[in-house]
């Protein structure tokens, strides 16, 4: 299976070896240069960089090299990964498998962008059906990447890139959820969520065995995480609109992380 042309290198000199390899490459087809850099064990695209030069990736990963950002506590220094920028819509892929067969309990399109001087920053999460050649060709490949690591018990939440010439593994987190919010969502338009799969498979395989494979091909409802991004810092005086928002009959959850007198960014 392709996909997306990656290294971990431990020393500087290797990661520029790869670098130079992947920059030749690149060049050739016409295509401007970038690269991702991001921790080994990172999580929500905190420390995840989009560099255009070999001079910029050396800044960025002596800068990674030396930053825990990590909540595993076994992580003792930051592993930095480099990967071949994939161009395309980011995809969620999440699944529970039981002795090698694979379940997808949600499925997931991000909507990421450029914010605050950041390059990968959540505006949103779309949960999706399974209802198109794209959604078809992502869960196959999902599958193909849970086999090729030999994967047979427990969730795992998979990322994957459309790139125009088809699916581009991101990584695969085995033995993990989605650490987004998700159970309401998954429940209201699914009628069923990652945890309470995973509990059948290991406590009552019959009734994960009456589990769909895939989401349906329409939703119950639609339903999407959004997250709004400020473009400003400072202390948060008051919520406008509060009372607005709570009587909006589409939205079922309201959770600022600033509270009134607390700092944002």
């Known amino acids: 299976m392709v996909v997306a042309d990656q290294a971990t290198p431990a020393t500087w000199a290797e990661a520029e070896t790869f670098l130079l390899v992947?920059?030749?490459?690149?060049?050739?087809?016409?295509?401007?240069?970038?690269?991702?850099?991001?921790?080994?064990?990172?999580?929500?695209?905190?420390g995840v960089f989009a560099v255009g030069s070999v001079e910029e990736a050396e800044e960025v990963f002596r800068t990674l090299a030396c930053t825990q950002v990590?909540?595993?506590?076994?992580?003792?220094a930051c592993s930095v990964v480099i990967q071949e920028f994939l161009a395309g819509d980011e995809w969620i892929v999440d699944t529970v498998s039981c002795a090698g067969k694979h379940k997808v309990v949600a499925l997931w399109?991000?909507?990421?962008?450029?914010?605050n001087g950041a390059p990968f920053v959540y505006f949103g999460a779309e949960l999706r059906p399974c209802g198109?050649?794209?959604?078809?060709?992502?869960?196959?490949?999902?599958?193909?990447a849970l086999d090729a690591l030999s994967w047979r018990w427990g969730p795992a939440h998979i990322e994957v890139?459309?790139?125009?010439?088809?699916?581009r593994l991101v990584e695969v987190n085995a033995g993990r959820f989605n650490g987004l919010d998700f159970k309401l969502l998954t429940d209201l338009s699914y009628g069923y969520n990652a945890f309470r799969s995973t509990v059948d498979m290991y406590l009552t395989p019959s009734l994960f065995e009456r589990l769909p494979s895939s989401p349906p091909e329409r939703l119950e409802?639609?339903?999407?995480l959004v997250t709004l991004v400020s473009s400003v810092s400072g202390?948060?005086?008051?919520?406008?609109?509060?009372h607005e928002l709570s009587r909006m009959s589409s939205m079922v959850s309201f959770a600022p992380e600033a509270a009134g007198g607390g700092s944002g960014q």
């Not at 399109?109 to 914010?115: H, L, M, Q």
């Open 221 to 224: 409802c639609a339903a999407r």
């Open 70 to 76: 990590s909540t595993d506590s076994s992580e003792v």
């Open 161 to 167: 890139m459309m790139t125009a010439d088809g699916p």
């Open 22 to 46: 992947l920059h030749r490459r690149v060049m050739a087809l016409g295509q401007p240069f970038r690269a991702v850099l991001k921790p080994r064990r990172g999580q929500a695209s905190v």
């Open 109 to 115: 399109r991000y909507d990421k962008g450029a914010a």
């Open 235 to 242: 202390v948060l005086v008051r919520l406008r609109h509060a």
């Open 132 to 144: 198109g050649d794209v959604e078809e060709a992502l869960i196959g490949y999902a599958y193909r």
